[in-house]
Structures are given as structure tokens and as C-alpha cells.
């Protein structure tokens, strides 16, 4: 008697649910994800082997240019409702008997970049509305011993958000003399300990028995 032959079809694999989960986490990864912050000077960092990650919170950065200006920039700390961005501002503003306006501190809160520009700017600064119209006012945080604005910042980021650490990224072609400055209102403002940001080198691996 012959074998009865079981006819055998053809599985077919709906991708549909597939599509449809892919194209849901593309979209929430696209809302949720924040683009980095463009620097106001282009910065060459020097190299090291060190693979140590910079912290993503509790930040404050020193950046030096490699025309030796100098921005800052400071976080909102682990969670944005603490807003520390405003609060610093708002310090600074007492320090020189400027007062922002809710709108103006709200704007400089999203303004995630770092910023080179003198406390008298910056409202002129924040209303700017191009990078092209914001960046004749970047010519570098003062630190000259008559008015060193930096020294303030880096005290009243200290004041708002004591857990903040210091960071400095300097350009591998800035003066010596800048750096120096820089390290010096740290101590100054007792900050002994801080991060320097680097590019991470390559290292080639010699075997030695060839």
C-alpha cells in the first residue's frame, strides 16, 4: 500500500508586529534623545591613553580656545527640575545688579552649550535669535583680577550645586600662561581636585616575540 504523502506549505512569517515595534522604538528613541551641544570654539584636545569616562551630571567645564578664551558651562544636575542653570544665573545677576526675567532664565536653562560671553552681554546674548547674531558676544569669560567673572561663576555653581564637579577642556594649542590662570581661580575657589578632557590615543600592541 503506498505512503500517504502529508502535503508540507509554506510557513509564512508576518513582519507586520515587527515593523510596527521597530518603527515605535525609532520614533521614542528620536523624541527622547538630545543632540550634543555644538562648542562656540572648535577644541583640539590633547591625547592620553586614559579611558576613564567623564561623568554625565553634576558638571561644570572649563573650555579654553586655542585663541586662550575661556567659556563655561554648567548642568542642571541629575534631574532638570532642580534647575540649577537659573539659579546660577540668577546668583550672578545679584552679583552685578542684573536682574533676568523668568523668560531669560528659562532661555539660558535650554542653552546647553558652553558660553563665552561678559555677565553685562548677556541678556543681549539670550535675546539673540541666529548663532551668527549670538556670536559677536563670545569673546571669552573675563578673568582678569579687576573683574574675574569666572571666579564667580565657578563660585556660585559651587554654592547652588555642591556635588558639582570641575572638568576642563582645553585646546592642545592654548597658551600655558591661561591654563595656569584657570587652575589658579580653582584653587582659589577651593576646587583641588577636577577632570581634564582628552582625545583617547590609539595604542598599538608590539608583539615582542616577532
Known amino acids: ?29 528620536m523624541l527622547t ?65 542684573i536682574e533676568f526675567t523668568p523668560q531669560e532664565l528659562r532661555k539660558f536653562e535650554k542653552y546647553s552649550s558652553s558660553f563665552g560671553v561678559d555677565i553685562k552681554n548677556l541678556k543681549s546674548f539670550l535675546a539673540a535669535k541666529e548663532p551668527k547674531d549670538r556670536a559677536q558676544y563670545e569673546k571669552g569669560i573675563p578673568l582678569d583680577s579687576l573683574d574675574n567673572q569666572l571666579a564667580m561663576w565657578v563660585l556660585f555653581a559651587r554654592q547652588v550645586n555642591p556635588a558639582v564637579k570641575a572638568l576642563i577642556k582645553g585646546d592642545s594649542n592654548a ?29 598599538e600592541v608590539v608583539d615582542a616575540k616577532k
Open 33 to 97: 534623545a538630545t543632540m550634543r551641544p555644538s562648542e562656540p570654539a572648535p577644541i583640539d584636545t590633547p591625547m592620553s591613553v586614559s579611558e576613564t569616562p567623564s561623568p554625565d551630571a553634576n558638571i561644570m567645564t572649563m573650555v579654553l580656545s586655542a585663541d586662550n578664551k575661556v567659556f563655561f558651562n554648567i548642568d542642571n544636575g541629575p534631574d532638570t527640575i532642580l534647575h540649577f542653570r537659573p539659579k546660577i544665573l540668577q546668583e550672578m545677576g545679584k552679583r552685578y545688579n
Open 175 to 203: 597658551d600655558y600662561p591661561i591654563v595656569k590662570k584657570v587652575l589658579d581661580i580653582l584653587q582659589d575657589k577651593n576646587v583641588n581636585r577636577f577632570s581634564l578632557v582628552t582625545t583617547l590615543e590609539k595604542v
Open 1 to 29: 500500500m503506498p505512503k500517504i504523502k502529508i502535503p508540507h506549505k509554506t510557513p509564512h512569517v508576518d513582519m507586520t508586529p515587527m515593523v510596527d515595534l521597530f518603527s515605535l522604538l525609532l520614533t521614542f528613541f
